[in-house]
């Protein structure tokens, strides 16, 4: 049974940074490339950023670029999101995903976390 399990979200200040954690099983880790989502109230839910099976590949939607990165331990099977200088619009249910193939879309995408909430208050 797959399972990706993700944490650390919550309310923070503008201007912080937060860190968020999926820990993943069930699937042989380093053979997929791993991505985060996230949905906002009234929005689609839109692509993050992504890391190759081994890391050596980023993708990053261009309003993350230069705040957010995406690091992953295979040896423990979590990938990160690694967020910083936080701003309202950054408010959202965060998704962590698994596949095959590095992608930005998220149909490329097999399997999904539940979601874990970050609030950016002013």
């Known amino acids: 049974q797959v399972q990706l399990v993700e944490s650390g979200g919550g309310l923070v200040p503008a201007g912080v940074s937060l860190t968020l954690s999926c820990a993943v099983s069930g699937l042989t880790f380093s053979s997929y490339a791993m991505g985060w989502f996230r949905h906002a109230p009234g929005k689609e839910r839109e692509f993050v950023a992504a890391i190759s099976r081994s890391g050596g590949g980023i993708k990053n939607t261009d309003s993350v670029k230069g705040r957010f990165t995406i690091p992953r331990d295979n040896a423990r099977n979590t990938v990160y999101l690694r967020m910083n200088s936080l701003k309202l619009e950054d408010t959202a249910v965060y998704y962590c995903?698994?596949?095959?193939?590095?992608?930005?879309?998220?149909?490329?995408?097999?399997?999904w976390g539940q979601g874990t909430q970050v609030t950016v208050s002013s």
């Open positions: 995903a698994a596949a095959m193939s590095f992608a930005a879309r998220r149909e490329s995408y097999s399997y």
